[in-house]
């Protein structure tokens, strides 16, 4: 399911998701009454952990893979969100990666389903180099948002998805040759290459070089934390919605380690 879908069923779920937020219960103490049968989304999370090991897959290279080669958070938020959740965070120790991500926001494109059959759920899904690595497991959604304010963890995330830019809605890989590392070099990257239009705002943005070749920045695009990764390879996604976590701060620091690779290339490492 591309970006785009998901946006399209947005503006539905999450006109109930922020209502269910408002009552004592809200939509997730609805769901667990009306749709307890979890198998549904619980096979998202197990297609998320699949592309996960496709791409750490040293045959993805030719082609096997969901995005292929090295991959940044950027990828990983591109996986969840192509199936209908939303990363609530992500943290590494040594070559260990961990993220915990938010399903069931929208339901599978492409299927008539009746939308109670995706409740809203959780997962912790672990992973270092190789296929063997990933591992998932089911956790208890935060019953706060990480930012602080009242209202539903859903409900949040839900208003994340929702206010992504159109013209952003299928993630893209592409090169930032020719603009300079800057922040004008960035904004003028986002307008050149149809990440943002018009219509989006663009405001508090930030950077600072993460390494050779590569510019990170922390931007706001109408009001939502995004990061963006500058450098002449064209085969990485270049900006991407931040951590539910992170949304609050969106600093410069937090763009350059989301920025940094959370997977390996097989392929080239030999």
């Keep these: 399911m591309g970006k785009s879908t998901v946006l399209r069923g947005l503006s539905y779920a999450v006109t109930a998701l922020v209502a269910g937020a408002v009552g004592a219960g809200g939509t997730l ?8 049968d979890t198998s549904a989304v619980d096979a998202q999370a197990a297609a998320i952990a699949q592309d996960l090991r496709q791409d750490l897959n040293v045959g993805f290279h030719s082609g096997g893979g969901t995005y292929g080669g090295q991959f940044t958070e950027g990828t990983l938020v591109a996986q969840v969100e192509a199936h209908g959740g939303a990363l609530l965070s992500v943290r590494s120790a040594g070559p260990t990666h961990t993220a915990e991500v938010m399903l069931g926001l929208v339901p599978p494109s492409g299927t008539t389903v009746d939308a109670d059959a995706y409740p809203v759920r959780c997962y912790r899904i672990a992973f270092a180099r190789g296929a063997y690595s990933v591992q998932r497991t089911t956790i208890a959604c935060p019953a706060t948002r990480p930012d602080g304010q009242p209202g539903s963890v859903a409900a949040q995330l839900g208003g994340l998805l929702a206010r992504q830019p159109d013209t952003a809605s299928d993630y893209r890989k592409v090169s930032a040759v020719g603009y300079d590392h800057t922040p004008k070099g960035a904004t003028e990257f986002l307008k050149g290459k149809g990440l943002v239009s018009a219509r989006d705002t663009v405001t508090a943005l930030s950077g600072k070089a993460a390494a050779d070749d590569v510019y990170a920045a922390a931007l706001r695009l109408n009001g939502v934390c995004h990061y963006l990764r500058m450098s002449s390879d064209a085969d990485l996604i270049p900006l991407w919605t931040a951590p539910a976590a992170e949304q609050r701060t969106c600093d410069a620091q937090q763009a350059v ?11 080239k490492e030999g």
């Excluded at 103490?29 to 307890?36: C, E, I, K, L, S």
């Excluded at 380690?257 to 392929?267: E, H, I």
């Design 29 to 36: 103490g609805y769901q667990r009454v009306t749709a307890p």
């Design 257 to 267: 380690t989301a920025s940094d690779l959370y997977g390996s290339d097989p392929a």
